[in-house]
């Protein structure tokens, strides 16, 4: 029996037809599983090209990006154990014009370059909990997060709030800590060239947030002019200590930010 | 076609009065010690209505309550005349049919008062009075389905061979409905061992029944219609209907099948707590009143030499009953919140999925 | 090892029961002495006598009262309800007074009773006689509702049903009868609230029930030729519900779909969609989409109640287009 298309939506498996856009188109769209995937591993999604239907991001291209970050070459030679320790600095630019308010920028810095740190950790080595000594604003002592990899973004900038964050060695449990977040943001400064303190293998320092013109998507899908708030992220790392370069290390540290920033993480 | 309210105003019908006043069934057939039951069951069911009439104004029985004052000696009648392990069927007008089965006041009032302590818990109300174990297999809330689930019961009592009866009480309103009249059938082809009492108030709800009736005798007529005897009975006389339901338990027991009983009688209350029955003609329910079932009994019990004193006695005890199960009933705790969520099914649970 | 019909699995199914249990007693209108006007309880009368399978006048509140009386009071009986769509006459007695009684009772009375059905379309009956009605049982909380797809299922089924101590609405489907499968041999007894993975795949779930479980398997053949690999799940028990292999397939597949034979609105796959966006969003990779009649009576003309029920083509059609947008 042949049927006039105008029956087709009503009959099984029919679908109504697409409302005629009111205004807003919506940008390259994500499946939650995408999404969720793309968090779990730390993969950026805007960046990438999709080779599913009309361009979609599909799980396999996930899975593609994330295993290329895992395997991305060292940028530098490891030292040999006995010969002049490689420490490499490296620094980058990152938008978070929705990572400054709540939670603070602190908090989600913290919780990128912890799971920076444990995802690079668990392909080279035994996976130890990690311990984060966070050092700013300035003015402030110094301040231990234990445990990082077990609380969420919320979790740390509760920790970091709490009158009861141990200071820097009074916490006895504590392994010492490994990673070390200098915030300094109010001193002027876009970053500076953190150092490696006693058994710190990664430092991260960050300065002030400066609020610029940036290259914005527009609600009919065209491009124009809007402000974005930029950070500077400088990070020094023991290359051989941590079998990463600063380079692959910053990168994963900026991947999971700008997830962050763009939503695509939940 | 024919209109009621265009041949008469609202609550203007023609008036029903009820039967003269008389001693002649001072000499029905019904022992001295029975007749004294007879009257601690009224007198009992009566003071515990007006009691729960007492605690709804006061807010302690909440949601809606259907008294039976008034009504008593139809189901005190044939609560003396069934025997321990029959089956009683009520509608939610079921306090009385309750009490009836020797279910205890304080559950009972505990159960108006949505308390743990009450029959069922706090989980099926006034309406939905039940007690297992005592026979009372439920008070149901749909007009016209328990009279089918009462054959069910009286179906099961002869497949087993136990000799059990199943009696379902129910309103004049009833007899109107689909149900009633697929449970007569039914009742009548299998000749099921069931027992069916329509207590006709002359009310449907706030109409009069035989506004809205094709017949006179709403049940009383039909029973022709299904091969059954019609009985109409003196509902306000319990000796009258304990006799008329002797004979009745005793045909479905030996195995001649159902009876349809239509016991006239008057409800002293509106249909419900929130009714105050303005549709009654005031000289119809004045004379129902000064013809109370507990009334005329107390007269007759004196006519037969009971003395006043023991009478009074049987009153107070009724009181002293009533109030402590109204003691009970107010320190019962409130249901936990866990009970809202047990016996949906038989293992006691009440999960959907997994 | 037999092949029986779906229909002739119905009656060893209740045979199986009645004869291990005297308190099984079979009760609906042409059940005894005809054997069902579908023949789904052929045999029962001459083996267990005129006391235990009783035929009855249309009478369907009377007969679903009475079985809910009977089961009050020690029996466990099986009551014929001819055509699902004729519990509307009796929804009373189904709704108000089965599934409450015993939570109103606060347990004081159970009631191991099950309804048989003859459920669904296609069968040219028109629109009072071809409804399906599981999803009207499934919003009533304290009912079980059942609906086998196989011959082997209807005899393991009904026999759970009928052990069971709670009222169970078993659907058996008109149109599926005449359809033989293969019985073992012996006791059969299912297990309610489980579901079976009919067809196992990667790329899509399928969720079908009754007749639409044969339609959704035609389609995952379909779709397998050109590389969809979906994965049939037969549903067969709405409550309880087995969400877990619902939710397993979901979260392999990343897809679902359900077939139904319901009209559009309220069916049971509108339920299943719900919890899965609730309980797997994170897992689905695009929307989840039912596959239904439309929401309009059913026709009684062929070609008519053909063109808007599912078929196995306008199932394989939905996922293949899905997956590609």
């Known amino acids: ?266 | 076609m024919r209109l009621p309210l265009a041949e008469h105003r609202y609550g203007e019908h023609g008036v029903v009065l009820p039967p003269e006043r008389s001693d002649s069934n001072d000499a029905l057939d019904v022992d001295l010690e029975t007749r004294r039951q007879l009257y601690r069951s009224m007198r009992e069911m009566r003071t515990f209505e007006k009691r729960a009439y007492d605690l709804f104004m006061k807010q302690l029985v909440k949601g809606t309550s259907h008294l039976s004052l008034g009504m008593e000696a139809i189901a005190a009648g044939f609560g003396a005349a069934m025997h321990e392990d029959d089956y009683t069927f009520a509608t939610y007008r079921g306090h009385a049919h309750t009490l009836a089965r020797g279910v205890p006041m304080t559950p009972v009032l505990a159960e108006l008062l949505g308390r743990a302590n009450g029959l069922m818990g706090g989980k099926g109300g006034s309406m939905h009075l039940t007690s297992v174990e005592h026979g009372m297999m439920g008070s149901y809330a749909i007009i016209g389905a328990h009279l089918t689930i009462a054959n069910g019961a009286a179906w099961s009592a002869q497949y087993r061979g136990s000799g059990q009866v199943a009696v379902c009480f129910f309103g004049d309103g009833t007899t109107n409905i689909g149900a009633f009249h697929e449970a007569l059938n039914y009742a009548a082809v299998y000749r099921l061992p069931v027992v069916f009492v329509c207590e006709n108030n002359l009310y449907m709800e706030y109409t009069s029944i035989r506004d809205i009736t094709a017949v006179a005798h709403p049940a009383a007529d039909r029973a022709a219609a299904y091969g059954l005897e019609s009985i109409v009975v003196d509902g306000n006389d319990a000796d009258a209907v304990h006799l008329a339901a002797l004979e009745a338990l005793d045909r479905a027991r030996s195995g001649r099948g159902p009876s349809l009983v239509e016991a006239l009688t008057y409800r002293h209350g509106g249909h419900s707590r929130a009714d105050p029955g303005k549709y009654r003609p005031t000289g119809e329910v004045d004379a129902w009143k000064a013809y109370d079932p507990l009334t005329i009994y107390r007269e007759r019990l004196g006519r037969l030499g009971v003395p006043e004193a023991e009478l009074d006695a049987m009153d107070a005890t009724a009181l002293a009953l009533v109030d402590a199960a109204t003691e009970g009933a107010i320190a019962g705790d409130l249901p936990s919140p866990e009970s809202a969520f047990t016996d949906v099914w038989a293992d006691g649970g009440w999960s959907w999925r997994n | 090892m037999a092949q029986l019909s779906y229909r002739d699995a119905v009656a060893r199914g209740i045979a199986q029961e009645m004869r291990r249990d005297e308190r099984v007693v079979v009760v609906g209108e042409d059940i005894a002495g005809a054997g069902g006007v579908f023949k789904t309880t052929v045999g029962l009368l001459d083996e267990f006598g005129p006391k235990r399978v009783i035929d009855t006048p249309i009478s369907e509140q009377a007969i679903l009262g009475a079985a809910m009386g009977a089961a009050m009071t020690g029996l466990r009986p099986v009551a014929e309800i001819m055509f699902s769509d004729f519990f509307a006459v009796c929804w009373d007695i189904v709704v108000n007074q089965i599934a409450k009684t015993r939570y109103m009772t606060a347990g004081q009375v159970t009631m191991p009773l099950v309804i048989k059905t003859g459920n669904g379309g296609g069968l040219r009956f028109g629109a009072q006689h071809s409804q399906s009605i599981e999803n009207w049982a499934m919003a009533i909380p304290g009912l079980k509702v059942v609906t086998p797809s196989t011959a082997e299922d209807v005899v393991g089924l009904m026999a759970a049903a009928i052990r069971d101590d709670d009222p169970v609405i078993f659907c058996e489907h008109k149109g599926l009868y005449a359809a033989k499968g293969e019985v073992p041999d012996g006791e059969i007894v299912d297990t309610l609230g489980t579901a079976k993975v009919r067809r196992p795949g990667r790329d899509a779930t399928i969720l079908a029930l009754g007749m639409m479980v044969p339609r959704a398997l035609a389609a995952a053949e379909d779709l397998a030729t050109r590389g969809i690999d979906a994965e049939v799940i037969d549903v067969r028990s709405l409550v309880p519900l087995d969400t877990r292999t619902i939710l397993d397939s979901v979260a392999r597949t990343g897809r679902l779909f359900t077939v139904e034979e319901n009209p559009q609105l309220l069916g049971w796959g509108a339920e299943i969609a719900s919890l899965v966006a609730d309980e797997a969003f994170w897992d689905l990779d695009g929307p989840v989409q039912r596959i239904t009649t439309p929401h309009i009576p059913l026709p009684s003309a062929d070609s008519l109640e053909d063109l808007v029920m599912p078929s196995a083509e306008s199932v394989a059609r939905t996922v293949e287009k899905a997956l590609q947008s």
């Open chain 1, 1 to 266: 029996m042949s049927v006039p298309p105008s029956l087709a939506p009503f009959l099984p498996g029919g679908r109504p037809a697409p409302r005629a856009s009111g205004g807003h188109r919506p940008r390259q769209v994500h499946s939650p599983r995408v999404r969720r995937l793309a968090h779990d591993r730390g993969v950026h999604l805007g960046g990438l090209t999709g080779t599913g239907p009309r361009g979609r991001v599909t799980t396999d291209d996930v899975d593609r990006a994330a295993s290329m970050a895992e395997s991305l070459p060292l940028a530098t030679p490891v030292a040999a154990p006995g010969t002049v320790r490689a420490r490499h600095t490296a620094v980058t630019e990152v938008e978070v014009t929705r990572l400054t308010t709540s939670p603070d920028l602190l908090a989600w810095l913290v919780e990128s370059s912890v799971r920076t740190v444990r995802s690079v950790r668990a392909a080279t080595a035994e996976v130890v909990p990690t311990t984060v000594s966070v050092h700013g604003p300035p003015g402030g002592a110094p301040r231990t997060v234990v445990n990082a990899h077990d609380l969420g973004v919320q979790g740390i900038e509760r920790v970091l709030g709490a009158a009861d964050t141990p200071l820097n060695g009074s916490e006895g449990r504590a392994s010492r800590p490994e990673l070390s977040v200098h915030d300094l943001r109010g001193t002027g400064v876009l970053f500076d060239v953190p150092v490696l303190e006693d058994g710190v293998v990664v430092a991260i320092s960050f300065g002030d947030v400066v609020d610029r013109p940036t290259v914005v998507e527009l609600p009919d899908g065209g491009r124009g002019i809007g402000i974005g708030s930029f950070v500077h992220l400088a990070l020094t790392v023991d290359e051989h200590l941590a079998g990463a370069s600063a380079a692959r290390l910053l990168a994963r540290v900026r991947q999971r930010l700008e997830a962050h920033e763009s939503g695509s993480s939940s």
